[in-house]
């Protein structure tokens, strides 16, 4: 097997930047997001967001395509959150995100930017080539 370090700082938001990432509704989105990627081969470092987008951290094998596996975990977040709140809106991502790729060196400072998501956004010290899902 080869030897690889891939990490990745993704982010993305609910469709229309709704607000209605509930903490119930994390629950299912970080387990969902788990399995899949465990499912992939990779590997979530950090998972946390606001109510209305998502920050993840991880590492991917360089077989995996980053577009393919971004969509895999949204993917499988979303319905989760449809099958397990059935009475609920419907739940949707917004189709794009940002990513982002970083060295092992600085791996705290994301884990620790990811972890800190609501109390950034509601001190206003958000990072913004951090937060960005589009040119």
């Given amino acids: 097997m080869p030897f690889w370090k891939c990490y990745y700082h993704v982010v993305w938001a609910t469709k229309n930047r709704q607000p209605n990432l509930t903490p119930p509704m994390e629950i299912v989105i970080h387990g969902a ?3 899949k990627c465990q499912q992939l081969g ?18 991917k094998p360089p077989t995996q395509n980053a577009a393919y596996v971004v969509g895999q975990i949204k993917g499988a977040a979303s319905r989760e959150v449809n099958r ?26 994301v884990i620790d ?12 010290d958000c990072y913004d080539y951090m937060e960005r899902l589009d040119d």
């Fill in 33 to 35: 997001i788990r399995q």
């Fill in 42 to 59: 990779c590997e979530v470092l950090a998972i946390n967001g606001t109510t209305d987008h998502l920050h993840v951290a991880l590492t």
């Fill in 84 to 109: 397990a709140f059935p009475d609920d809106d419907h739940f949707e991502w917004q189709s794009g995100y940002g990513i982002l790729t970083f060295g092992e060196k600085v791996m705290p400072k």
């Fill in 113 to 124: 930017y990811i972890a800190q998501q609501k109390t950034k956004h509601q001190n206003d």
